[in-house]
Nanobody
């Protein structure tokens, strides 16, 4: 079992920034994907970003504004979110896939003035 603990969510004004962190309870080798999904109220969960072998991939909503990074020594994945918009409001879930997906508990991000 892999436990994932997220942090960094909160309330931010439009145009602001947040940095999410997610730390795994065990080592996740770089070959295995770690990443972020989000789910807004009444909508399906969607991929935000993922990273494996140091190569990031982004969902349409994140391209150009969000950056995913990873510290393998700390088993931690980060999501730097800039120029946030109200439509980015959602619960953000971290995941790791060392053979099967494990999920974090989610962290709320609210973008509002």
């Amino acid at each position: 079992q892999v436990q994932l603990v997220e942090s960094g969510g909160g309330l931010v004004q439009p145009g602001g920034s947040l940095r999410l962190s997610c730390t795994a309870s065990t080592s996740i080798p770089s070959m295995y994907t770690m990443g972020w999904y989000r789910q807004a109220l009444g909508k399906e969960r969607e991929l935000v970003a993922k990273i494996a072998f140091g190569r990031p991939e982004y969902g349409d909503s994140a391209t150009g504004r969000f950056t995913i990074s990873r510290d393998n020594a700390k088993s931690t994945v980060y999501l730097q979110m800039n120029n946030l918009r109200p439509e980015d409001t959602a619960v953000y879930y971290c995941y790791a896939n060392p053979g099967r997906k494990f999920w974090g508990q989610g962290t709320q991000v609210t973008v509002s003035s």
